[in-house]
């Protein structure tokens, strides 16, 4: 997370989110966007050769046993809730069988908060009600060492 908020270089960018199979309360890594993702300072897109890349990434933590569980990008200074394009992106994600995420999407903003926060991240739950809008709920989380996700994640 750290990178994708000091490399951004003034553009959003940002990348996958992978956990374990079934988990979404554990986040074990971050695969970012390539070079050929679409940046912006007020948009990031992942193009059809970033996506390809991310896929080929993907299908090798999923065969350790982690699956996509969301994304985390790079907001403008202070806009630390998700934008009307990241709320469609979520939508469209969740009602795609292909993602097979179980109703259940975890967003990451990193931006800058009046200049202070040494890592500035905030993470939501995104699902759908039975009428199909996009929840969004706000989620504390702990940024722990990779030794100690390892560690954890043995015994789930």
């Not at 999923?62 to 907001?75: M, P």
């Not at 990193?110 to 009428?131: A, D, H, K, M, Q």
Request: charged share 20%; with cysteine.
């Amino acid at each position: 997370f750290s990178e994708c908020f000091k490399n951004g270089n003034g553009l959003e960018t940002g990348g996958v989110l992978t956990g374990l199979r079934g988990d979404t309360r554990i986040i074990t890594d971050f695969i970012p966007s390539s070079k050929h993702a679409e940046r912006e300072p007020d948009s990031y897109y992942q193009s059809s050769s970033d996506v390809s890349i991310l896929n080929h990434t993907l299908s090798k933590h999923q065969r350790e046993g982690k699956d996509f569980v969301g994304y985390v990008h790079k907001h403008p200074p202070g806009i630390k809730n998700l934008s009307d394009g990241d709320r469609n992106t979520c939508h469209k994600i969740l009602n795609s069988p292909s993602y097979a995420i179980n109703n259940r999407l975890v967003m990451g903003i990193v931006t800058e908060v009046n200049g202070n926060c040494e890592l500035p991240v905030f993470f939501y739950f995104v699902s759908l009600n039975l009428n199909g809008e996009v929840v969004i709920e706000k989620i504390a989380i702990n940024i722990l060492p990779k030794k100690s996700i390892e560690e954890i994640t043995q015994y789930v």
